[in-house]
Every structure is written in C-alpha cells, then in structure tokens.
C-alpha cells in the first residue's frame, strides 16, 4: 500500500504530475476518468499568489471530484513561500509541496524549482 500522509494509493498508484499549461482542470477530469489516483494542480508561482495573480489564483481551484489533489508552490523566497503556502491551505487541498526539481530555465534562473538544491538549508528554517 502506497501512503502519502494519511492518502491510501492503493497498491500501483497512477500519480498525475503538476505540468505547467497542461494540469488544468479539464486535463484532470480527463486523467481522473480515466484512473488517475492522485492528481495535482498545474504548479503554482508563490510571488503570483501573494500579488493576487489571476492567473496564479485561478489555478488554486479545485473540485471535490478530484480528491485526493495536491497543489505544488515554486518560488526563491522563504517569505513569499510560506505566505503563498497559507493561501494554497485556504484552498483546501490533500497535500502542499514544494518544486525542488524543475529545470526550465525560466524557474531555475530565478532561483527556484531545481535552483533551490544548490542552497538547502535556507529551507529548513
């Protein structure tokens, strides 16, 4: 039995990854139809949440339908982290992670996703 916290998975869990312009809620309609046992929302900017972002924003929805969801945070700064994830709590999903693996050029340069491995212990303040 695959468990993440308190999340039973069952046995071979099918994972649906947080993808930028990709995991929106139709694509995880579509992926949960069709057995997805865990899904997660696109992945989110912490600067875009704390500014109030539509774009950002939008992607905190989440449909009861979906559950178990999760919703990953990106981002460089330990304050804009915790505060955007406070926000991603309001919006009540099964689990909030971080990005500590995306290479795209875009999120690394500023510092977060796979950046963030080259200063880890700043994350655990």
């Known amino acids: 039995m695959v468990k ?4 039973e998975l069952g046995d071979f869990p099918l994972l649906l990854a947080p ?7 139709p694509f995880r309609a579509v992926c ?7 899904m997660y929302t696109e992945f989110i900017s912490s600067e875009g949440l704390i500014r109030d972002a539509s ?11 979906e559950r178990p969801i999760g919703i990953q945070l990106f981002g460089s700064d ?7 994830g406070r926000i991603a709590d309001a919006a009540n999903p099964d ?4 990005n500590y693996g995306c290479p795209v050029k875009n999120v690394a340069c500023r510092g ?3 950046a963030l491995l080259q200063d880890v212990p700043k994350w655990w303040l």
């Open 4 to 7: 993440i916290g308190n999340i």
């Open 19 to 25: 993808m930028e312009d990709v995991s929106d809620p």
């Open 32 to 38: 949960k139809d069709n057995g997805a046992d865990l």
């Open 55 to 65: 774009k950002s924003v939008q992607k905190l929805d989440i449909f009861d339908y």
């Open 78 to 84: 330990i304050d804009s982290m915790r505060e955007a």
């Open 95 to 98: 689990l909030i992670v971080i």
């Open 112 to 114: 977060a996703g796979a």
